[in-house]
């Protein structure tokens, strides 16, 4: 068992420009805890986008509402990488509180930082189908797009009459994801020519 390391060593690791320190004291952060959040938020305010990288990294292995806070708050990043890497770690924690926020990561530039949107939404499972639904609608067929592709992986009965009417989205993505949806669902589609 390795000794505990200062919070303060630990955070110089996490800004070393060393990825494999500062790889490791992501994982040593998580262990301290709750006591290292106040300074992982501070150091999301930092001009160096690496630095507020790292500190979302960490904030990702964490428990509680503080780390869940930093994580929404790193959504609205300048930088693409960090609200990547926010995006990542709702996923992997789910918050509904996330969710206003993961809805606007939809319509994101960065098309991965939306499909990680979607995921992260799609784990928060029948907590996101109305907003999703909303976002459905909108003008924007990427939004449209990451929306039905959580929809399409939210495994909830709520679901299936929101994916039957994107089939008929002028998107082809849309309606083919909604279709990928309702098969996997078990629920699959019948075409009639009339």
Do not use: K
Request: aromatic share 2%; with cysteine.
């Amino acid at each position: 068992m390795q000794a505990p390391v200062a919070l303060e060593t630990l955070l110089s690791d996490l800004v070393s420009e060393d990825d494999l320190r500062a790889a490791d004291a992501v994982q040593r952060l998580a262990e301290v805890g709750e006591q290292a959040c106040q300074p992982l938020l501070s150091l999301l305010q930092s001009p160096n986008p690496d630095h507020r990288w790292w500190a979302t990294m960490a904030l990702s292995e964490m428990n509680g509402s503080t780390a869940t806070d930093g994580l929404i708050r790193a959504l609205e990043d300048p930088d693409a990488a960090v609200r990547q890497a926010a995006a990542l770690g709702l996923n992997q924690r789910p918050a509904v509180s996330a969710i206003p926020r993961l809805i606007r990561a939809l319509g994101d530039p960065d098309r991965l930082l939306a499909r990680l949107a979607a995921g992260a939404l799609a784990a928060l499972g029948r907590e996101a189908v109305s907003p999703l639904t909303v976002a459905l609608r909108s003008q924007d067929a990427a939004v449209r797009i990451e929306a039905v592709r959580a929809l399409a992986h939210i495994e909830d009965p709520s679901v299936v009459p929101t994916l039957f009417a994107a089939l008929s989205d002028p998107s082809a993505v849309v309606g083919h994801l909604a279709e990928e949806g309702l098969n996997r669902m078990g629920v699959g589609t019948v075409y009639f020519e009339l």
